[in-house]
């Protein structure tokens, strides 16, 4: 969903609404301008950092970590729908490994110093794919095996300046959204194709949109791989399909990888700063290092593509994002309390206890804010950033009805709890940013 500055009919005051629009939708850039994701995420209690542990190194708290495990859960679902097969591999690798691919000679101004381990030096892994491309070659490969789809939510690390480390933006220790395919020439258009696919189809569940989409090209000096042809064959692939999906984009040089170009999709904090969150990279290089084959229909050894793809880049810079975008305000099905149950008196707790069990059973992140915490309306203030609240009063709980508040400002009028629990269940688990899937009474 796109930024928007428009506004529902009849909005509230901007008081009643911290963090969103008054109608739901996503901030206006203006209000955006205002959100500073690493501010706004220690007062929410999602992350934080430690002199003791280190800087660039957060460590996340509760509502954080649900955040976290709802957006990774929310990524391998996906993947394994569109036909993806998930590993796992060690964060060291030997140093010959990263020689090998080609990073310890371009990339090792970025990686940290190699650890003495029994006579061999191993270092924390800048990058998974050197991991994958030997977990490609671990066995023979036929032509009716490709494309191969290998996904990883793995721990990376980079050894970032202090001066440049900030909040979950810039850190040393990162969890990345990463992926390669492996498959024929023949198959690469159609492989980038759907991971741009894949990305609009996530940035849409997540209520975020792009500032650009830049095909990253190689500039001069050392930091590229020296190979004329093959930087003009995956350029020329890249370009296409960009040209093929009618996407707008910019060419940006010295801004590729040192083994490929890349398509790299921007967004922007509210001060206007851009950064990559997810990417798509043809590599013909790293498959000829690690001398990786297929056994063709011909009978004939062929050598792969590779093709790097990443959804939503890393875990980190993508919450400090939706930090910022939504101003803690997250999509329903991202939340990490979903729905507040709201007895008016310690009468209702019952029907309050017995709601929030209903809600656990049916997979939803509920909790009860009972009238110890305060009166009801500052209870409703205190859960103002919660998508659904569910107030209980005498009436309500003598038939079993709730009367549902939405964090846009909407009230519906009393129903029964389990047909609102039916239709928010099902707004939930389809990703949707919508609160309520029709007019609201």
């Not at 190699?114 to 023979?140: F, K, N, T, W």
């Not at 290998?150 to 810039?170: D, H, K, N």
């Not at 258009?189 to 696919?197: C, D, K, V």
């Not at 967004?267 to 690690?290: H, N």
Request: with cysteine; aromatic share 6%.
């Amino acid at each position: 969903m796109s930024r928007r500055a428009d506004r529902c009919p009849s909005p509230k005051p901007r008081g009643e609404c911290p963090g969103a629009s008054p109608c739901g939708h996503p901030p206006a850039r203006e209000e955006t301008a205002m959100h500073d994701h690493r501010k706004l995420g220690r007062e929410l209690g999602l992350f934080d950092t430690d002199p003791l542990i280190g800087a660039g190194l957060p460590y996340w708290l509760p509502d954080g970590a649900t955040v976290r495990h709802t957006l990774e859960e929310y990524i391998r679902v996906a993947e394994r729908r569109a036909g993806y097969r998930h590993v796992y591999s060690p964060v060291l690798g030997k140093r010959e490994l990263y020689e090998l691919s080609g990073h310890w000679a371009h990339y090792s101004a970025d990686m940290f110093p190699p650890m003495d381990l029994g006579g061999e030096q191993v270092v924390l892994r800048p990058s998974l794919c050197p991991h994958h491309a030997v977990i490609y070659r671990s066995r023979s490969r036929s032509y009716r095996e490709l494309p191969l789809r290998m996904a990883e939510l793995g721990g990376m690390y980079r050894s970032e300046f202090s001066g440049v480390l900030g909040g979950l933006t810039r850190v040393r220790a990162i969890q990345l959204n990463d992926a390669h395919v492996f498959c024929t020439l023949d198959q690469v258009a159609e492989e980038a194709r759907a991971a741009l696919e894949m990305i609009r189809q996530a940035y849409a569940a997540l209520g975020i949109s792009p500032a650009r989409y830049r095909l990253s090209l190689p500039g001069p000096g050392g930091k590229y791989v020296a190979a004329p042809e093959m930087w003009q064959r995956s350029t020329a692939l890249l370009t296409d399909v960009l040209d093929r999906s009618g996407l707008p984009y910019q060419a940006a040089e010295g801004e590729a990888a040192f083994y490929g170009p890349k398509i790299d999709v921007q967004v922007t904090d509210g001060a206007g700063r851009e950064s990559t969150l997810s990417t798509v990279q043809v590599d013909f290089y790293q498959p000829g290092q690690f001398d990786l084959s297929y056994i063709g229909a011909d009978g004939g050894r062929h050598r792969p593509v590779m093709v790097h793809r990443s959804i939503i880049g890393s875990v980190e810079r993508a919450v400090a994002h939706l930090i910022e975008q939504h101003g803690g305000a997250f999509p329903a099905w991202l939340a990490p309390t979903q729905l507040v149950v709201l007895p008016i008196s310690d009468a209702e707790m019952p029907n309050a206890e017995a709601l929030a069990r209903h809600c656990t059973d049916l997979g939803l992140r509920a909790e009860i804010a009972g009238p110890e915490r305060g009166s009801l309306g500052a209870r409703i203030r205190e859960a103002r950033l919660v998508p659904y609240q569910a107030v209980i009063g005498a009436r309500e709980a003598a038939v079993d009805h709730v009367a549902l508040r939405l964090r846009d400002g909407r009230r519906l009028d009393p129903q029964p709890v389990s047909g609102v629990l039916t239709r928010i269940t099902a707004l939930i688990n389809a990703h949707s940013t919508d609160l309520w899937d029709g007019a609201a009474s």
